[in-house]
């Protein structure tokens, strides 16, 4: 495994989608968030988390992407404007094949493994990932994964 920066470049993925739906992609990131890993593992985590936030985000929203060191571990968050978990979501989000509300279904896209997959890549990461609702409202996911020197 090698140094890899956390969080990969997975905004430019999404951007096109997010454009589409007018939904703006704030990074606010500092330096030196590295960590051991696979680029390819992680990066997937990432998009999968980041992909949710703009599928269901309604238009005009705003999605933030933050990545700072703490300590000996680098903490993220993506955080959107839209609506946030109900109470049921937010009890099985980690669940394979959970969808949450109703209108989410393969034909509107996803497989309802997502959050699933990434939460899994953090842990062989030796990290983790959680979910909540931010006060001012919207959906928060939040991380944390070992720091490693680059050098």
């Not at 985590?45 to 992407?65: C, D, F, H, K, Q």
Request: aromatic share 6%.
């Amino acid at each position: 495994m090698a140094p890899v920066h956390v969080p990969p470049d997975t905004t430019q993925h999404q951007a096109p989608k997010a454009e589409q739906k007018h939904i703006s992609i704030l990074n606010q990131l500092t330096d030196g968030c590295f960590i051991n890993g696979d680029s390819y593992v992680l990066e997937r985590a990432m998009n999968n988390i980041l992909e949710n936030a703009v599928r269901y985000m309604p238009s005009g929203g705003a999605i933030t992407v933050q990545c700072c060191k703490d300590g000996n571990k680098i903490r993220f968050t993506i955080r959107d404007t839209g609506p946030g978990f109900s109470f049921e979501e937010l009890e099985r989000v980690f669940e394979p094949l959970y969808r949450g509300e109703t209108s989410r279904s393969r034909a509107t896209g996803g497989s309802g493994l997502g959050l699933t997959i990434s939460q899994r890549m953090m842990k062989q990461h030796g990290g983790e990932l959680m979910v909540s609702n931010h006060p001012d409202g919207g959906a928060v996911l939040a991380g944390c994964l070992p720091l490693t020197d680059p050098n």
